[in-house]
């Protein structure tokens, strides 16, 4: 499985972005599509994910103004993230899980910056 990211740039407090991740395949199987994200001196964390079935979560930081989806269709799940903060500037990564195995895709920079 093969992820490409992409979607991110600099963007003022209070704007939006939309990330994508595309997957190589089919991702009807996938029981797990998540976005990550780690800023500069952080650890990484989970920002958000969506199950096989439709669920998702999201971290309190980005409740209510990102919202994650997928389209089985087009093989992606998008982030769409609205009302930025400075505090989201990170490098953003997805990653899925299917048959029990992890895999990443490249991370995309978002600065949300005046």
């Known amino acids: 499985v093969q992820l490409q990211a992409s979607g991110g740039g600099l963007v003022q407090p209070g704007g939006s972005l939309r990330l994508s991740c595309a997957a190589s395949g089919s991702i009807f199987s996938f029981n797990f599509m998540g976005w990550y994200r780690q800023a500069p001196g952080k650890q990484r964390e989970l920002v958000a994910f969506?199950?096989?079935?439709?669920?998702?979560n999201y971290a309190d930081a980005v409740k209510g103004r990102f919202t994650i989806s997928r389209d089985n269709a087009k093989n992606t799940v998008y982030l769409q993230m609205n009302s930025l903060k400075p505090e989201d500037t990170a490098v953003y990564s997805c990653?899925?899980?299917?048959?029990?195995?992890?895999?990443w895709g490249k991370g995309t920079q978002v600065t949300v910056s005046s």
């Open positions: 990653k899925v899980q299917k048959l029990g195995a992890d895999y």
């Open positions: 969506i199950t096989k079935g439709g669920s998702t």
